[in-house]
């Protein structure tokens, strides 16, 4: 069984994942990391979600497919690559779209292989070159070791970025790296590790931190970015040598762009479509 919080069309993720129609997305409950600002905390591990079926996973992407999605956005699914490795495999021979892999960037080698001829675009998180902060933002161990073995299996798998006439990513990489308040020097180190792999690699450079109540307290966590923090963050973007990629206002570092997880909504929708 798979657990989901939602299902939808998500306008929001970069340019060429969201166009005009938006990027259909599944969220699975649970994730990987235990990141102390997870601005989608009460699904990673709060255990908010639907389960589903197999074929009700499927179900789901076929409406996606069938309200006009660019892409089937599969939102942290790390924890059911054994299970999404069969439910994919039966999938692609009836979903058309590209299949997203939207993950926090901490997980094997051996588990992305699995997903290797059935992920067309990978987006991952690049979240730290700091183990140090890692393991105390995010309780994970080793995570620079880990995440950049992963990027290079995931560049490995997609060596190229395709995109269609409308601008539309088909395959590739998109690697996203949060920036957050304070840490500038761990930007600059993840942005050159990045750039270690493949200069060429797309990176979306988010200022969209905002601290969530979690850590209203925190001492290093509690503030949202600078202008100037951004700004130097973009310029060891150029730095470390990479040229492609995404920028955001920081206008959008708001609670505005969480999506609801509304699990009735998800209900309704798979229930609508067993019908059709």
Sequence with gaps: ???????GLHHFEEPCLSGERGSGTIFFSGCN???????????SYGGKGLEVSESE???CMLYLQDIGAHNINLVTPSNYTNLLQSTLGKAKPIVKLPI???????ETVAN???????????????????DDLAWEYSHAKGYREVALAALEEMRRQQPNDVFDNDGMMQKGVIVRHLVLPGQIENTVDALRDIASVDKSLYVSLMGQYFPTDNVKNHPTLSRRLTAREYDEAIDSFFSAGLHNGFSQDLDSATEEYVPDFDLQEVRNIINKYKLN
Excluded: T
Excluded at 1 to 6: D, F, S
Excluded at 33 to 43: D, T, V
Excluded at 112 to 130: A, E, I, N, Q, T
């Design 33 to 43: 990391l235990r990141c102390l600002f997870c601005q989608n905390y009460e699904i």
């Design 100 to 106: 997203v892999w939207n993950s926090s960037g901490y």
């Design 57 to 59: 996973l499927i179900d």
């Design 1 to 7: 069984m798979y657990k989901i919080a939602r299902v």
């Design 112 to 130: 992305l292989k699995k997903m290797d001829g059935l992920v067309d675009v990978y987006l991952p998180d690049f979240k730290y070159s700091d």
